[in-house]
Nanobody, 123 residues
């Protein structure tokens, strides 16, 4: 079993930055692809970013490309999402997820999820 806990969310003005963290416990996720997803009110949960088990491959949703950066520290069982140039449309609950050894873009490819952290961007 893997437990994931997100932190770092909050209220920020448009154009600002936040860094989300995801701490994994229970067992190591160093061999797992990790992803960030988000869910805005009234919308489905959507893919934001993912990183391969060794950190060499990353992929992003078009809406965040160039503004968000996903990274990981396998020694510490941590995954990060650096969010810059935030926009009001980035407002959502952000979820960390652990998948298989293969990087994935869909929710079904991730078996473990955190409880989420709220990010609110004011205009």
């Amino acid at each position: 079993q893997v437990q994931l806990v997100e932190s770092g969310g909050g209220l920020v003005q448009a154009g600002g930055s936040l860094r989300l963290s995801c701490a994994a416990s229970g067992r190591t996720v160093s061999g797992s692809a990790m992803g960030w997803f988000r869910q805005a009110p009234g919308k489905e949960r959507e893919f934001v970013a993912a990183i391969s088990w060794n950190g060499r491959i990353t992929t992003y949703a078009d809406s965040v490309k160039g503004r968000f950066t996903i990274s990981r520290d396998n020694a510490k069982n941590l995954v990060y999402l650096q969010m810059n140039s935030l926009k009001p449309e980035d407002t959502a609950v952000y979820y960390c997820a652990a998948g298989s050894s293969t990087i994935g873009l869909s929710r079904s490819e991730y078996g473990y999820w955190g409880q989420g952290t709220q990010v609110t961007v004011s205009s």
